[in-house]
């Protein structure tokens, strides 16, 4: 058959699939397309709220307790704008959908898949619950430890996705030499670098995991909080101490325990945190995630933090360590929002899939007989639970 001329929708749908393909990490993780922009087109910095679940209390006994409901939400704003820009030729737009697809729409999507993807992989600076096996190699029991604290923050014990850096992804291989796979699920078609499921996860190697270098408080121990007072909220007053922590160290302040999210139980265990701003050298005010609650529908540990109180940072002074991350579907989200679509042109298309918005635009420049094109996404990220996310530091 002869190949016939490419029409713009068949283009943007094919590109658009390709791209979805490779995104593995945003692949898995909540995606909402915001219709609001399907005509005018949206610009960036346009912001969405986005409502969290609701939590409540229980009494015990007869009496009614009437409580009120405390909605908390995020603010999201469609941040930013990426593209590909090329030029076709006429012979190019005659080419069959494969061939234009292998040729040209794989490269490109390759490398616009790559930079929204490492942008989205940012957000584990958010994630305070970590796995800490900094130096040494990733373990099997490390990854169930991982999956624990998800189960324990009510993360659900099915439907778990683990992206894997490339070493870490080594050493997993290595540990559980074949067993992986079942025969049912290679069968199937995934996104790349599916790898199988084990240990409650389904797993994925991504190159584009990010490494973490901390800050260079060695963590013993010598910051404490300095208040004549109990400290809560997401920043606390400390004495001034030796070294720096950065924006992603994840620390623990002595005698603060996490709660059991629904019962409110002493759960025994050190609650962690994430450091959300980088500070100096004899630093008097750190800033983190989670808010410290005490009481009601939203506590989360056992007490604020006391004079005194001791912050140990993990992971070790200046430590430079791999990220693996574990997460529920939910913990992250990924927003586009279609770009304005201009009349008067050789070829414009918009097409959306699976929550992902893409336009591609092509004009004409008939003294070189060419068409110079450009790809373009509008999207945006949020951490939505942090809880029902882990990273592994490994290596």
């Not at 996705?161 to 997993?172: G, H, R, S």
């Amino acid at each position: 058959m002869a190949n016939a001329l490419l029409t713009p929708t068949a283009v943007t749908r094919e590109a658009l699939r390709i791209l979805h393909q490779k995104l593995n990490f945003i692949g898995n993780i909540n995606r909402q397309y915001d219709s609001q922009f399907a005509v005018a087109g949206a610009k960036i910095g346009s912001t969405l709220t986005i409502r969290l679940p609701n939590q409540y209390t229980v009494r015990t006994g007869a009496a009614i307790d009437v409580q009120d409901t405390d909605e908390k939400n995020v603010l999201l704003t469609i941040a930013t704008q990426k593209g590909v820009d090329v030029e076709f030729s006429s012979v190019d737009l005659t080419l069959s959908l494969d061939d234009f697809g292998t040729r040209i729409l794989e490269p490109m999507m390759t490398v616009l898949a790559a930079n929204i993807e490492s942008d989205a992989l940012s957000m584990f600076k958010d994630v305070y619950n970590q796995e800490n096996n900094v130096g040494s190699s990733a373990t099997f029991v490390g990854i169930l430890n991982g999956r624990k604290k998800l189960v324990d923050n009510l993360a659900g014990s099915t439907n778990l996705k683990c992206n894997l850096d490339t070493q870490t992804n080594v050493d997993m291989v290595d540990v559980l030499k074949g067993l992986f796979q079942d025969s049912a699920s290679v069968s199937k078609q995934y996104l790349e670098g599916m790898l199988g499921r084990t240990a409650g996860f389904e797993f994925f190697e991504n190159t584009l995991m990010p490494r973490h270098v901390t800050g260079t408080d060695d963590g013993s121990g010598d910051y404490l909080a300095n208040s004549a007072t109990v400290q809560t909220g997401t920043s606390a007053i400390i004495d001034t101490g030796a070294g720096t922590l950065l924006k992603g160290d994840v620390f623990t302040w002595g005698s603060v325990n996490r709660v059991h999210p629904e019962t409110k139980v002493d759960t025994g265990q050190l609650q962690q945190f994430v450091v959300t701003a980088d500070t100096a050298v004899s630093a008097v005010l750190v800033n983190f995630e989670p808010e410290i609650i005490v009481d009601g529908a939203y506590q989360n540990v056992t007490a604020g933090i006391a004079n005194n109180a001791i912050l140990t940072k993990v992971g070790g002074a200046s430590a430079t360590h791999d990220i693996s991350l574990g997460y529920s579907k939910d913990a992250f989200t990924f927003v586009t929002a279609d770009l304005r679509l201009p009349r008067g042109l050789d070829f414009a298309a918009r097409e959306v899939m699976d929550g992902i918005s893409m336009r591609i635009i092509t004009d004409y420049d008939i003294t070189n007989d060419i068409f110079p094109t450009r790809i373009d996404v509008l999207y945006g990220f949020k951490t939505l639970r942090a809880q029902t996310a882990v990273r592994f530091a490994n290596n």
